[in-house]
């Protein structure tokens, strides 16, 4: 793990990268690609200083709603994250100023509540879960999509 100075944390399409590199090791992952402009090992994970804090400057500086996108190029919550809690201290800004901009509109957390309330009753929903791998993570007897909802 190594700390760098960056000027922002969002992406011109409004991806949030908390951290960059990854300590999975999966053999299909996309974001090891030499276009993405590492300059170091993919396993050395690369921690922003003061990402949250940018975070939260430039949500404030938006002027138009948007969606946020995490985990794009890697995991969200990869295993520093259990000790370090930046993607944790993100999702919180976020809500928080989501409450802010759509006063009257649910929380995330709320959005996941209302699935399983959903699911416990028997009304079928989707969750987006990528990447979905066949033969892979596609089979029954991978219950980590199964675990999805049971939110």
């Given amino acids: ?14 991806g949030m990268n908390i951290y960059r590199g990854c300590s999975h090791g999966c053999i299909y992952c996309d974001s090891r690609s030499l276009c993405y402009g590492m300059n170091h090992i993919f396993e050395d994970i690369e921690v922003k200083i003061d990402g949250t804090q940018l975070l939260e400057d430039a949500l404030k500086k938006k002027r138009k709603k948007c969606m946020i996108g995490t985990g794009a190029m890697r995991d969200p ?32 957390k709320e959005r996941f509540e209302v699935l399983k309330v959903m699911r416990d009753n028997g009304i079928p929903t989707v969750v987006w879960i990528s990447p979905i791998l066949p033969y892979i993570n596609d089979t029954e007897k991978n219950n980590g999509i199964q675990l999805s909802f049971d939110i």
């Avoid at 793990?1 to 409004?14: C, D, F, R, W």
């Avoid at 259990?82 to 006063?103: F, M, V």
């Fill in 1 to 14: 793990m190594h700390k760098v100075m960056v000027k922002g944390i969002l992406s011109s399409n409004n």
């Fill in 77 to 108: 919550y990869i295993h520093i994250e259990e000790k370090l809690q930046n993607t944790r201290k993100s999702l919180e800004i976020i809500e928080k100023l989501c409450k802010i901009i759509e006063p009257n509109v649910s929380t995330t």
